[in-house]
């Protein structure tokens, strides 16, 4: 996609890449908090609750905004939108200088906001996962997760 963007490469991915680099991190997050929980130290999930709590509110609401602002220089769909009827009206909007380029660009905004909502679907997801697991390791009386100390490989012999 990058190689063909009308708008000059990763412009078109380039919100992407911020986005789910913000969901990722609440993820990982996340998979912190239940761990604690999982290990009965949740007197420290405080530590990566806050952090998850403002990385989970302000992606999903950039995301949200992302696909569904109704300025195209903002929504992924607004964008689309915007040089759709360009097409229809058969006039060239800046900065494409084709109406292939054109459809380049619609195309690429429907896919991005695909992936946008497919990242924020994925995200949710693993919050409301990550909440049926604390509730089960808050409810067991023992650990349901312990670290394992590392264990060396064996020498198979080959070079």
């Known amino acids: 996609q990058g190689v063909v963007d009308p708008l000059g490469g990763i412009n078109t991915l380039w919100p992407l890449f911020g986005i789910g680099n913000q969901m990722l991190a609440s993820m990982a997050l996340i998979l912190g908090t239940v761990v604690l929980f999982k290990m009965k130290k949740q007197r420290y999930a405080w530590v990566t609750i806050l952090p998850t709590a403002w990385l989970f509110v ?21 964008q689309a939108k915007k040089f759709s009827t360009g097409i229809e009206q058969g006039t060239i909007i800046a900065p494409a200088k084709s109406l292939k380029d054109m459809e380049t660009i619609v195309f690429s905004n429907q896919i991005n906001a695909a992936l946008c909502g497919f990242f924020m679907l994925v995200a949710v997801t693993m919050l409301i996962a990550a909440f049926f697991a604390i509730r089960r390791a808050l409810r067991s009386e023992q650990p349901t997760v312990h670290e394992v100390s590392a264990a060396l490989r064996e020498e198979t012999g080959r070079g």
């Open 58 to 78: 302000t992606s999903m609401t950039a995301g949200w905004q992302k696909i569904f602002h109704e300025k195209p220089s903002i929504g992924f769909l607004a």
